[in-house]
């Protein structure tokens, strides 16, 4: 009877720990919106940008964000195919829950806990150690676009158009350079991918950038912003390499984004309070809503036997 008892109190526990999950990362997502300074400081004019926003344009709007989050899942499936086989279904609900935990942790680090706990493979060391490479070939691509927009229009430090290939031929060589390791190193080798999905990596990631460039260029679309599509592409560029340098948590990106924003575009465009909606727009629908919607599909997650 009392072992009965035990494993059904076992059973609940189980069960209850996605909900807690849900219940911290809902009130952590709540109270750190509710204290950003963007927020706060323009939330009114904001909502009365976004009212005018018609349907059609916020379907696009999110279903850019799912091929963002296809392309991802895709990446995070083919980057595992050695360790074990996932469906893209549950690779994209991985990549959601990884937003949840990945929206109030410095740097994302929360996000490769949040993708791995949805894994049923037991070693979630190498699941992680895939993760590090996908995610080093998206800032590879983040480093190529963002040195040939620094070289075409250095916003501000003109030597860094000279620094920044040097850094894209160092973080090439370490990407492409398989390391064997020997001594009591040798157990870290599992962590090595295969060159060829090295490549697929890449090319997925020059996917994932282009569908931010839309998602940018669609959101100054319906907010009537007249810039000439070159200059923003060379600005968000600029701003994209910029944040993957600077530690931030996903909520003060948003202001971070907001202030990058206004220093590129200002010299284009006088509007401040558009280039804030503009940058407000991408971060919700990009970081904020798949955080919401990571934060519900831990309802359903249970601890493993």
């Not at 009877?1 to 952590?28: D, E, H």
């Not at 996000?111 to 060391?125: A, F, P, Q």
């Not at 006088?270 to 990571?294: E, H, K």
Request: aromatic share 14%; with cysteine; proline share 4%.
């Amino acid at each position: 009877m009392l072992s009965t008892t035990t494993n059904r109190l076992i059973s609940i526990g189980k069960k209850g720990v996605g909900v807690f999950l849900f219940i911290i990362c809902s009130v952590a997502i709540y109270r750190e919106v509710g204290s950003n300074e963007n927020v706060v400081q323009y939330g009114a004019q904001i909502k009365i940008q976004f009212q005018k926003i018609a349907i059609y344009q916020w379907v696009i709007l999110f279903f850019l964000m799912l091929m963002n989050f296809l392309v991802e899942s895709y990446k995070w499936k083919i980057v595992l195919s050695s360790e074990t086989s996932i469906s893209i279904p549950t690779a994209l609900k991985s990549v959601f829950v990884g937003q949840a935990f990945a929206f109030y942790t410095p740097n994302r680090i929360g996000e490769y806990v949040g993708r791995t706990m949805m894994l049923d493979t037991e070693n979630k060391i190498i699941a992680i150690g895939r993760m590090a490479w996908a995610s080093y070939a998206q800032m590879i691509v983040t480093i190529i676009m963002g040195a040939i927009a620094i070289y075409i229009n250095p916003p501000f430090l003109p030597w860094l158009r000279w620094v920044t290939p040097l850094l894209l031929v160092f973080a090439l060589i370490i990407y492409f350079h398989k390391v064997t390791f020997s001594g009591i190193l040798k157990s870290f080798n599992f962590l090595q991918i295969e060159s060829g999905i090295k490549r697929k990596l890449l090319a997925l990631s020059f996917l994932r950038y282009s569908v931010y460039l839309m998602q940018y260029t669609w959101a100054a679309h319906i907010l009537h912003i007249p810039i000439p599509y070159l200059i923003l592409w060379v600005a968000l560029a600029v701003m994209f390499l910029s944040l993957s340098i600077v530690p931030t948590i996903s909520i003060t990106e948003l202001v971070i984004r907001g202030q990058l924003i206004l220093l590129l575009l200002s010299p284009w465009y006088q509007n401040s309070l558009m280039l804030i909606s503009l940058s407000t727009i991408i971060w919700a629908v990009n970081f904020l809503l798949p955080a919401i919607i990571g934060a519900f599909l831990l309802l359903g997650f249970r601890l493993k036997q």
